[in-house]
Nanobody, 124 residues
């Protein structure tokens, strides 16, 4: 089983930037596609971004395209989410997730390993 630990959340003003990190344990990280999801209060958990095991293929939710960038460093067993031009509606708990396939998925149900989440708050 892969264990995931997120970090990098915090409070930022609208228009600012944050970079989230997700450190993974286990020897299979380089064989796992990874994803970022978020959940705002009173809302369902939603897809944000995904990256293939090799890091070549990515996909994003329409709401974050052009503002967020997902990347990974397989040598460090870490996946990142660079968030720029943040908006108050980006406020949520952000979760890192892993799936035991090399290809990406935007579906929450396709991910079996989850981190504990990190809070991102964007003030207006």
């Amino acid at each position: 089983q892969v264990q995931l630990v997120e970090s990098g959340g915090g409070v930022v003003q609208a228009g600012g930037s944050l970079r989230l990190s997700c450190a993974a344990s286990g020897r299979t990280f380089s064989l796992c596609a990874m994803g970022w999801f978020r959940q705002a209060p009173g809302k369902e958990r939603e897809f944000v971004a995904t990256i293939s095991a090799s890091g070549v293929i990515t996909d994003y939710a329409d709401s974050v395209k052009g503002r967020f960038t997902i990347s990974r460093d397989n040598a460090k067993n870490t996946v990142y989410l660079q968030m720029n031009s943040l908006r108050p509606e980006d406020t949520a708990v952000y979760y890192c997730a892993g799936r035991r396939r090399i290809i990406i998925s935007i579906s929450l149900d396709d991910y079996g390993d989850w981190g504990q989440g990190t809070q991102v708050t964007v003030s207006s």
